[in-house]
């Protein structure tokens, strides 16, 4: 059996150019959304370019097109969905719907992986508001998803490197500070954090495996469950030097959010169930999962110490 042809939708995105570049990377036929409403926005008229000239293939298309959504799937088996998710970025979750109906009148793809890439989203009914409303809308894709009969594999990522990592797991920090550091409540609840690229590269390997068709595929790298002391503690080993630590109780925390802005809100909940509730690491995975690092142990992935290297 051949690889299977790949589209990406939302492939200039800060997940999606990394799933194009793995996709390539991994020798699949790579297609990627070329959204008319990307107009002059030459960053990613570049990008897209430059995924063109190592070998993809550019698909005009939109969700304000229905039509053209339906040629664009019926081009490939496969479909990845890394459209954006982020409230203080962007969140156009539920303009999957759109496209789950096309995938199902298409009637080709053999497999759809949604925008999902953090937090189990089955497993957050009881998560802070407003962040709530991040996992309840991509459940509603789920639930279409699984109405319509596609098959899919959902792509369960924990903590992104970049955002969590790079700030020592302090929300509205992208970058690890060298005097002193929040610690949330007593800083020993375990997290999961995964680079940017690595979960492209687990993305892409399970796109062909039958082992994941219709199952959460968690990405668990053994090494990278970790508190955010012990985070802090490599941080400190590697610049040589030991941070000032302020306690931040959980009821502060929350306190804090209030005179902040929606986006911001649902950014801090996230933080606070993470960081304070374990939500990442509180269950096993069951019959309906399986574990990344354990399906494709020849994945070399980034531990947190490397990652962290960047930032001496
Ligand atoms: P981005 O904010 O980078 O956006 C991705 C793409 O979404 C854009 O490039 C664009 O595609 C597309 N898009 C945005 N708005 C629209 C719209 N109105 N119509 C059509 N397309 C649109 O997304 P991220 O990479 O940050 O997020 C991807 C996923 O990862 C989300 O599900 C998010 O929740 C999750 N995530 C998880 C994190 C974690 O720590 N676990 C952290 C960050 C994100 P185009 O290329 O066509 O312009």
Redo the contacts with the bound molecule.
């Keep these: 059996m051949g690889k299977s042809k790949v589209l990406i939708?939302?492939?200039?995105?800060?997940?999606?150019?990394r799933l194009v570049k793995a996709s390539l990377a991994h020798g699949h036929q790579t297609y990627?959304?070329?959204?008319p409403?990307?107009g002059v926005?030459i960053e990613?008229i570049e990008?897209?370019i430059s995924f063109k000239m190592q070998g993809a293939h550019l698909v005009h298309g939109?969700?304000?097109n229905y039509n053209s959504l339906v040629e664009a799937v019926k081009l490939v088996d496969v479909v990845i969905?890394?459209?954006?998710?982020?409230h203080i970025?962007?969140?156009?979750?539920l303009?999957q719907l759109k496209l789950v109906q096309a995938i199902k009148e298409a009637g080709n793809v053999k497999r759809f992986l949604?925008?999902?890439?953090?937090?189990d989203p089955a497993r957050m009914q009881n998560a802070t508001e407003p962040g709530k409303v991040?996992f309840d809308d991509?459940m509603v894709v789920r639930k279409a998803i699984e109405e319509a009969g596609i098959p899919f594999t959902y792509v369960s990522?924990?903590?992104?490197a970049?955002?969590?990592i790079g700030g020592l797991c302090q929300f509205g920090k992208i970058l690890p500070s060298r005097d002193s550091v929040v610690i949330h409540g007593n800083g020993n609840i375990k997290a999961i954090y995964?680079t940017?690229d690595d979960?492209a590269t687990y993305t892409i390997k399970t796109i062909d495996d039958p082992r994941t068709v219709n199952k959460t595929l968690y990405l668990r790298p053994p090494k990278n469950i970790l508190s955010q002391r012990q985070v802090v503690g490599i941080w400190e080993k590697l610049i040589g030097k030991e941070l000032q630590k302020v306690t931040l109780s959980k009821e502060d925390f929350l306190a804090s959010m209030k005179d902040l802005d929606y986006a911001q809100q649902v950014g801090l909940s996230?933080y606070h169930d993470v960081c304070y509730e374990g939500c990442l690491t509180n269950f096993e995975i069951g019959d309906e999962g399986d574990e990344a690092s354990q399906l494709y142990p020849e994945v070399n992935y980034t531990t947190v110490e490397d990652f962290l290297k960047r930032y001496v």
């Design positions: 939708i939302g492939g200039t995105g800060y997940l999606g150019k990627i959304l070329h959204r409403e990307v926005d990613k990008l897209l939109s969700f304000s969905c890394a459209i954006s998710g982020v970025r962007s969140h156009s979750i303009l949604p925008s999902e890439f953090g937090a991040t991509k990522a924990n903590c992104f970049g955002y969590f995964v940017e979960i996230h």
